[in-house]
């Protein structure tokens, strides 16, 4: 109780948050080279408890998501295989039949030999197949599906799941460390309540397995700032190669237009992405009407990230949870990427205070006596033990003023669209039977451009780890 009386916490007023969590998926490891490291869910959970941020705030420890539940939007075997998988049966389930179809085609350039559902036990691997993975996956989700059902009974106005935000699992595939789409379950569920959804993502790579599962229908709108164009001198892209301008929802659906992207070029500053970021959602707001936000806060969109490419603050960062949460909107807060562990747990220490308005509560000074592992944010190289240090390693802003007007011009352009669809003035859920028809013509379409697809994203993607992008 001593940090919440010296540092002011209170519970907000007006609003209600809840923190949905799991100390089993804190533990799990990737492996030794692997940049992510779910420990990073350790030094947030020890910043919150430590600044007292907890009595602000209704705490759960999450249960894992069923099988059926993970069904709703991947395909069944995919989720099998999941739920059986291990790096002792790897090898045995790949052999099996129903699963020798998932296998991708190797590629040239390919530096790691992937089993069904780019799955590999090799080393290198983006999606590595390791102890206790199941566990994993299912808990992350669960925490999401929770904290998503607080929303729905209105027990919660906003919603907390910082192991949640894995933005790049597709229908059958896991891709960019991401392997069940907690994002798109947690939305498929907010529109039996709600008839619009706005997904707002801010992670420093495109959310393209969120906009892929909506991108023909108008009933989400799913908005992306992310880096985009060449990784380095290589010309590889940056992952996951997606997400250009032009790219706004499946040409000739009524998806068309509901997706809009925001591609960034490498070294974009505070006050650079403070105009985007603000521009751009204040708009697609205004002309879309969501009845509720779904907000993923991949921290390797700040400065000094391991994987990404920006020069953004702490601060930055938390300003867009901030602009987010005063339209007043139920929200889910969700993770997602985040490279250097201890600048993600700051960043979503500091967002889970702004959260429950005590953001200007938080002293800067790390309180490291009531920190289990304060070495993590002591000495120069770690911040000095403050919770807004200055990022050391700076990337050259490629960034041209009038190419960022530009982008808001443009996307003012095109969501004059959106204000003239009616599903934009919709207050009633559609009916069942029509969005299962909508649904289902998804999933056709994404059965038939699978093959083209999977050789583009590969020949931008390859591999992370493979191609030096770890530094």
Known sequence: ???????????????????????????????????MKPWRLTLTKHLVLGYGLQYA??????????????????????????????????????KESRYQRFIPHKHEGDTVDLGPFNLSTSPGADCPVFD????????????????????????????????GGLHHAHKSEASGFCYINDIVLA?????????????????????????????????VMTLSYHRYGPYDETGHKFFPGTGDL????????????????VPIPSGIDDRQYKYLFESITSRAIDAYKPKAIVLQCGADSLGGDRLGQFNINIKQHGECVSFVKKQGLPLLILGGGGYTARNVARAW??????????????????????????????????????????????????????????????LEWELRYVRAAPWVVMDRLPSAGVMARVMGEVDEDLKKGRGERERRRREG???????GELR
């Not at 069923?66 to 395909?75: I, L, N, P, T, Y």
Request: aromatic share 8%; with cysteine.
């Open 349 to 410: 220490c500091h967002e889970t205070a702004l959260a429950t308005d005590n953001g200007a509560n938080l002293p800067d000074r790390i309180p490291l006596d009531l920190v289990p592992r304060p070495q993590a944010f002591t000495g120069r190289a770690h911040g000095d033990g403050m919770l807004f240090p200055k990022f050391q390693r700076d990337h050259k802003n490629d960034c041209v003023e009038a190419d960022l007007e530009y982008m808001v011009k443009r």
């Open 461 to 467: 993607e390859r591999n992370v780890g493979g191609r």
């Open 132 to 163: 206790g993975m199941s566990e994993y996956l299912f808990l992350y989700t669960g925490a999401t599906l929770a904290a998503t059902n607080q929303l729905l009974t209105g027990q919660s106005d906003i919603a907390i799941n910082w192991s």
């Open 246 to 261: 032009a790219d706004t929802g499946l040409k000739g659906t009524i998806g068309e237009h509901f997706a809009l992207n």
């Open 187 to 219: 939305i498929l569920d907010l529109l039996h309540l709600f008839p619009r959804v706005l997904y707002i993502d801010i992670d420093v790579h495109h959310g393209d397995g969120v906009e892929e599962a909506f991108q023909r229908q108008p009933r």
């Open 1 to 35: 109780m001593h940090a919440v009386e010296s540092n002011g916490i209170t519970r907000p007023k007006g609003h209600t948050v809840s923190f949905h969590y799991n100390s089993g998926v804190e533990d799990m490891h990737f492996g030794k080279t692997h940049p």
């Open 57 to 94: 705030m209704d705490t759960y420890v999450a249960m894992p998501a069923s099988k059926e539940q993970v069904r709703a939007f991947h395909d069944p075997d995919y989720v099998d295989f999941l739920k059986e998988v291990s790096p002792q049966t790897f090898e045995t389930l790949s």
